[in-house]
């Protein structure tokens, strides 16, 4: 089709067309905004993660050193 060629469209499906193209828009848009909520959930949810790992890291060096404590011998 040749671009100069001139198209002729019904003023009520022009106008539904427009409809439709701004319902897309908007939806396009409600899903970068939940992707962008989501994303910042993962992150908050990563920071978590991360320090409960530091917390179970210490836990686990405290636990050693009591462990070792424990085990060696009395100078008596």
């Known amino acids: 089709m040749d671009r100069q060629t001139p198209v002729f469209v019904k003023v009520d499906e022009y106008k539904d067309v427009l409809n439709i193209l701004d319902l897309i828009?908007?939806?396009?848009?409600d899903a970068k905004g939940i992707i962008s909520e989501i994303?910042?959930?993962k992150n908050q949810e990563d920071s978590e993660?991360?320090?409960w790992s530091n917390e179970i890291?210490?836990?686990e060096r405290k636990i050693e050193f009591?462990?070792?404590t424990l085990l060696e011998p009395?100078?008596?």
Request: no cysteine; net charge negative.
């Open 39 to 41: 994303n910042d959930l």
């Open 25 to 29: 828009k908007n939806k396009i848009s």
């Open 57 to 59: 890291s210490e836990m």
């Open 74 to 76: 009395e100078n008596v």
């Open 49 to 51: 993660i991360a320090l």
């Open 66 to 68: 009591i462990d070792q």
